[in-house]
């Protein structure tokens, strides 16, 4: 298989198609090798539409989801983003082409173990990821221009609006356990927030002191 051929394919059908045009982030995703971010039985999937399973009961989020929360941040290269539920790593590198420094939070360590090895891979040195509840955020390096959470949480945790720069964008799944909305939250004064519906996700749950508690694992 080759996997330039195949990522461009990715690219053109599922996510300029669908209306993605950040030249930026097309740029990133044509560049950031997702089979690695998956286990080798896989690699033949990892252009395919939709999340792969990565262990732990967790997924790689599908190619269209990442560039689309991604490209909703607007990024132009200068940024220091919060990213929460760093699973396989891939959007963490998506991310990191693109803004200065990824400060990543994952609270199964094997994940970001194995998150962190591949990142080293590719070279992506602009990433702090730390093992811990992301649902408060990472206070000794708030606040953040960027806030993206790959995980639905039945409403935005405080700590976030507390940590997003004024002016910073917010993005993520809210709502139910098994369905969500995409919600984008642009802070625009101390106490002012603009919030936006983007389009309806299903993503696995944000477990932690401000989500899901953890029996919503099971079943
Ligand atoms: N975007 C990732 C990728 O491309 O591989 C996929 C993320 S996966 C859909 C969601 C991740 O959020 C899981 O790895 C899960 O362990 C993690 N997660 C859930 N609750 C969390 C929390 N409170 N803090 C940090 N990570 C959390």
Redesign the pocket.
């Known amino acids: 298989m080759d996997f330039t051929i195949a990522r461009r394919r990715m690219v053109e059908t599922q996510i300029v198609a669908r209306g993605v045009d950040d030249q930026r982030v097309i740029d990133a995703m044509l560049k950031v090798p997702r089979h690695l ?1 998956v286990d080798e039985a896989l690699w033949g999937h990892a252009y395919a539409d939709g ?1 792969l399973p ?1 262990g ?1 009961k ?4 599908q190619p269209f989801m ?1 560039a689309a929360m991604t490209s909703a941040l607007h990024l132009k290269g200068d940024e220091r983003v919060l990213e ?9 590198a998506v991310l990191a082409q693109l803004a200065r420094r990824i400060y990543s ?4 360590s094997s ?1 970001a173990s194995r998150a962190r090895r591949i990142l080293d891979k590719c070279r992506a040195t602009n990433v702090n990821l730390k093992i ?4 408060i955020g990472w206070k000794e390096q708030a606040p953040f221009d960027a806030i993206l959470v ?2 639905g949480a039945p409403e935005v945790p405080r700590d976030y609006l507390e940590q997003l720069e004024i002016g910073g964008t917010l993005v993520m799944p809210v709502g139910g356990r098994d369905s969500q909305e995409l919600i984008r939250v642009v802070r625009t004064a101390e106490d002012d927030f603009d919030e936006q519906r983007l389009m309806s996700c299903r ?6 002191e401000q ?1 899901w508690n953890s029996d919503c694992e099971e079943g």
């Open positions: 971010f999340s990565i732990e967790q997924t790689i989020s990442v929460i539920g760093a699973g396989s790593g891939y959007q963490t939070i994952e609270r199964i994940l811990g509840d992301g649902t790959a995980a993503f696995v749950p944000l477990i932690g989500g």
